[in-house]
């Protein structure tokens, strides 16, 4: 295997220079690296700009609906837990629509990678505000500049119960490969919230914003072990008025996941357990 068997003949329909190219790259090489193979991976999206990667990476993909790719990486994880299944969209899809699906998951704690293309802004929709808008930001549906404050995702996550938290940069592609390989190693649920930026609608968060402001956890000695530290870094940017945003692992912490907490998986998949003997008709005619 290599970098080049996850590409698709289909060309990318994103505007040169998005952020998303940097994110669909890390993944692939993050697979590539770890030697998954894609006929054992399955990469989830919703709807959005974001949402298009699986049709841009040469593994199984489904996408779903706008906010439930959570529910769908979920149900395909607990279906066959041998698949590796990653989660991508955007941060309307996960952090609005989807938000009651990603507090849930993050304290269920199924094994999924979960990659937020977080780009502030809405994409797809030609330029919106989104949760993750800073406060003031003018856009399209708001001109006079957002009234309320952001979500917080890392510290969201990190409260909700999640055992692997972080974030990456799409202008820092080998730290964000890293990330992403972290994060399909860890056993439970890995959220990856990447800065992502969209040239074409988001003209203040850009690459340059973002390349003043950012700086990485692991430079600063920073162990991701502990939950209060976690926390406090995670409400770094908020504190700072935006002025220092850390990237890296924030949190981390080993226990079972859900698959590991379901018996009935003791026996294998339940794929391999119900392939024979399932016979679906009389639920269809009871639906019927
Ligand atoms: C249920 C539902 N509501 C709304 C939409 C319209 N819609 C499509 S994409 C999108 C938001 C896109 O923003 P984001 O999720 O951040 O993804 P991006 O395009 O920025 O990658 C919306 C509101 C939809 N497709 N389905
Ligand atoms: S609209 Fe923004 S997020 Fe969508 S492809 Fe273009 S640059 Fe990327």
């Not at 994409?123 to 930001?137: A, Y």
């Not at 003018?138 to 938290?165: D, R, Y």
């Not at 080998?174 to 990330?179: D, F, N, P």
């Not at 930026?197 to 072990?225: A, H």
Request: with cysteine.
């Amino acid at each position: 295997m290599s970098v080049e068997d996850f590409n698709f003949e289909i060309k990318e329909q994103w505007c040169p220079g998005c952020g998303n190219f940097a994110i669909e790259m890390a993944v692939k090489q993050a697979l590539d690296e770890l030697k998954i193979l894609r006929e054992e991976t399955v990469i989830v999206s919703g709807i959005g700009c974001s949402g298009k990667t699986p049709h841009y990476v040469n593994t199984y993909g489904f996408e779903s609906i706008h906010g439930r790719i959570l529910p769908v990486a979920s149900g395909i994880k607990l279906a066959n837990h041998k698949l590796t299944v990653i989660g991508m969209g955007g941060d309307g899809d996960g952090y609005g629509i989807g938000m009651c699906h990603f507090i849930h998951s993050m304290r269920r704690n199924h094994d999924l990678t979960y990659i937020v293309h977080n780009n502030e802004i809405y994409g797809l929709t030609t330029g919106q505000t989104s949760p993750t808008s800073i406060k003031g930001t003018k856009t399209k549906s708001t001109p006079q500049g957002v009234i309320e404050k952001p979500v917080n995702p890392i510290a969201l996550a990190i409260s909700s119960g999640a055992t692997f938290v972080a974030r990456g940069f799409a202008g820092e592609l080998k730290h964000l490969k890293e990330i992403i390989k972290a994060g399909i190693e860890h056993k439970g649920i890995a959220l990856v919230d990447v800065f992502q930026p969209c040239v074409t609608f988001n003209k203040v968060n850009t690459y340059q914003w973002w390349k003043e402001r950012i700086y990485k956890l692991e430079d600063e000695g920073y162990k991701p072990d502990n939950k209060d530290k976690a926390l406090e870094k995670a409400l770094e940017d908020e504190k700072t008025g935006y002025k220092k945003i850390p990237i890296g692992i924030f949190y981390r912490e080993k226990g079972p996941s859900y698959e590991e907490s379901v018996k009935q998986l003791e026996k294998g998949t339940f794929f391999e357990q119900s392939k024979k003997e399932v016979d679906l008709r009389k639920a269809y005619e009871e639906m019927m």
